[in-house]
């Protein structure tokens, strides 16, 4: 492994942040990847050497880098220090607000002055981050969609205080890994999920409330809007609960009913139903769901368990 390479750290290594880090080793960065979750470092692994393998079927303008090599690129660690030879940090860990406090408060005691962080957020707001930290000029939100390496293009989110040079930082990044920055506003749920959560939220309550199978509503999205992926199989993707938790934060910001999160979906997150990385959610998944591989369709619908059927009362 080249010691030249540039150094990229991230923060959590869920359903988005393991793609993100394929995303970087495949296009010649050095990953930092911190976890606290051995599990998780552990379906990283997984995700990479497929993301490696496939990849570049899926997406032609991939480099190819065999798994060998890209998980080479990786240090796998639980210990937050370990970022602080990092250029820049995307931060993957959860939307529960005390988590993300917590997190940006320790990450500004460990990265050296000067150091940006990237705000891998679907709600929170962030000028309400930057805040936690001796550098709000340098906190930048960059919302990956999943899985970040078949994507083009990165929601970047710009708070009040983020600076020219750090906007022209990640945006300097996301132009190597290929990608388009789309820059708008600090608001909660930015355009993607302001939008894209209430899509979901209703997906969700007709199957509550009318009992129909989850891919009948899938269908109707792919064939007739041309969307590649149904609102219960983008879910399924993102994750139930961070689907769910998304709402909350939305409801909590704007106090529209619109965004409380369905009965189902709460009783889903409760089952540990959570999607692809749980190998059932809306839909039931084989290994390669499990491990996040987007090339994987679902074995089944879900949606014949007492949970996911019949009308609301």
């Known amino acids: ?30 990953v930092v990847l911190v976890d606290t979750d051995p599990a998780a470092l552990d379906r ?15 997406r032609r303008a991939l480099p190819r880098v065999s798994p060998d090599e890209a998980l080479a690129a990786i240090d796998f660690t639980g210990e937050l220090s370990a970022l602080r030879d990092c250029e820049f940090v995307v931060e993957n ?3 529960r607000w005390e988590v993300k406090e917590r997190v ?3 990450l500004d005691e460990v990265l050296p002055p000067g150091v940006a962080i990237g705000v891998n957020t679907s709600s929170i707001g962030i ?6 930290t001796s550098r709000p000029e340098l ?63 209703e997906a969700a309550r007709l199957i509550e409330d009318e009992g129909l199978d989850p891919q009948v509503v899938d269908t109707i999205f792919k064939k007739c809007f041309g969307h590649r992926m149904g609102p219960l199989e983008t879910i399924d993707l993102i994750g139930v609960d961070t689907v769910t938790l998304t709402l909350d934060s ?13 009965g189902l979906l709460r009783s889903m997150m409760a089952q540990g139903r959570l999607g692809r990385k749980a190998g059932a959610g809306f839909y039931q998944y084989g290994q390669y769901g499990r491990n996040g591989r987007n090339g994987g369709s679902p074995d089944r619908s879900a949606a014949s368990t007492p949970s996911n059927t019949g009308k609301r009362a």
């Open 1 to 30: 492994m080249s010691e030249d390479k540039r150094v990229i750290g991230v923060l959590g290594a869920g359903a988005i942040g393991s793609t993100v880090c394929a995303d970087l080793v495949l296009h010649g960065f050095r």
């Open 44 to 58: 990283t692994r997984e995700v990479v050497a497929e993301a490696a393998h496939f990849g570049p079927m899926l």
């Open 93 to 95: 860990v959860s939307e």
């Open 104 to 106: 940006y408060r320790a």
């Open 127 to 132: 000028g309400r981050l930057a805040a936690l």
């Open 139 to 201: 906190v930048v939100g960059v919302h990956f969609m999943n899985p970040s390496y078949l994507k083009d293009t990165v929601e970047v989110m710009r708070g009040a205080d983020t600076s020219d040079a750090c906007l022209a930082q990640v945006t300097g990044l996301l132009s190597a890994l290929g990608k388009e920055g789309v820059v708008v506003g600090d608001f909660p749920g930015f355009v993607s999920n302001r939008v894209s959560h209430l899509f979901f939220n």
């Open 250 to 262: 939305l409801y909590d910001s704007y106090q529209d009913p619109r965004f409380q999160a369905s």
